[in-house]
């Protein structure tokens, strides 16, 4: 598995995505609430970009007349078709033990060592790492 460094954590800020280049595929990274996920950028339907559909939430099941909103964030909708995908599992929305789109794992690390600069005497902290896909 590869790893794609694909910004600093301030580039890609909550409720943003970016659609990168990681070998063959595209890919979306997303940034929901502060963690980051990644989908491939092809829907298992027919091959639209799923990663440029807008992202909204979901309702869960409930009585006659009664909405429960749920996921806000979380759902990414095809531009095309309008199936619907949780970004952070890849699972379909409408069948989603059978139907999902491929997801990656995506962590944050610090910067290499020789971009941190310190004084002896202080404390350095990192608050600004980077994004990586595993792909
Ligand atoms: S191509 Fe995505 S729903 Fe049809």
Request: include cysteine; charge should be negative.
């Amino acid at each position: 598995m590869a790893k794609y460094t694909i910004c600093r954590v301030s580039e890609l800020p909550p409720g943003e995505r970016k659609i990168v280049e990681a070998g063959k595929r595209t890919i979306g990274v997303f940034n929901i609430r502060g963690d980051f996920f990644a989908i491939r950028n092809q829907c298992p339907h027919q091959n639209a970009p799923l990663c440029r559909g807008i992202v909204t939430g979901t309702t869960l099941p409930s009585q006659p007349g009664e909405y429960i909103w749920t996921k806000d964030g979380e759902i990414i909708r095809c531009p095309w078709h309008g199936w619907e995908f949780d970004i952070t599992t890849g699972r379909s929305v409408f069948n989603p033990h059978k139907m999902r789109v491929k997801s990656y794992e995506v962590t944050v690390e610090p910067p290499a060592a020789e971009e941190v600069e310190s004084v002896e005497s202080f404390t350095v902290t990192v608050e600004d790492g980077w994004v990586i896909l595993h792909a």
